[in-house]
């Protein structure tokens, strides 16, 4: 099944996604990534977190929010009475975009043109899993899902509606906490990342 060439054929299974997202040649991204790396959760999850793309832990392992991020966002998510068994993780941007820096592989913020070739494969998450509500993980995720771009800032502690109706919560990538430096400052902005993901919680 060539989805990639012909984007109009039925995905129904998220087993079928992920086997198309793995032959997805819409962007030059695959080429230098490890792999595509699928969305992860149960397919009638009440929340669908989105995050910006993996990162080189989730490159290598195949899984969504592995790496030092994803130890903060379960702890939010945990904080917030939010089970990650019943959430819905995965990302605007299916592959690993970085540049090296001697051995090391450093993240880079996907540009529009990649945001949109992997736009069709968010869609098809959502049709399929449906969730209530959706939580955008940063600006890169609230680019892919609100088709125009955004700045946290003006959209965060306020739930807007997709197309479709279904509700739509902005709030930042937990990559963002790891970032900062001072210890009271990191504490604030985790508080806030938390009651971020309640609201989305207890809007039901």
Avoid at 167 to 186: C, Q, Y
Wanted: proline share 6%; glycine share 6%.
């Amino acid at each position: 099944m060539n989805i990639d060439a012909n984007p109009n054929l039925p995905v129904t299974s998220l087993r079928q996604l992920a086997e198309a997202e793995a032959a997805c040649r819409r962007c030059p991204l695959y080429r230098d990534a490890t792999q595509a790396v699928p969305g992860e959760g149960p397919k009638r999850a009440t929340f669908m977190l989105v995050g910006e793309q993996p990162g080189d832990k989730e490159d290598l392992a195949g899984k969504p929010f592995v790496g030092p991020a994803g130890r903060i966002l379960d702890q939010a998510l945990h904080d917030a009475g939010i089970a990650r068994r019943e959430a819905y993780v995965t990302n605007a941007v299916k592959h690993f975009k970085h540049e090296m820096r001697g051995k090391r592989r450093l993240h880079k913020r996907p540009s529009n043109y990649e945001i949109e070739r992997c736009k069709i494969w968010l869609e098809r998450e959502r049709e399929l899993v449906k969730p209530a509500a959706v939580i955008a993980l940063g600006v890169t995720a609230a680019r892919s899902l609100t088709g125009k771009t955004v700045t946290i800032g003006k959209l965060r502690g306020k739930p807007l509606a997709l197309a479709d109706g279904t509700r739509l919560f902005v709030t930042v990538h937990p990559s963002a906490l790891l970032r900062i430096e001072d210890a009271a400052d990191k504490h604030a902005a985790y508080r806030q990342f938390v009651a971020d993901l309640k609201s989305a919680a207890t809007a039901r």
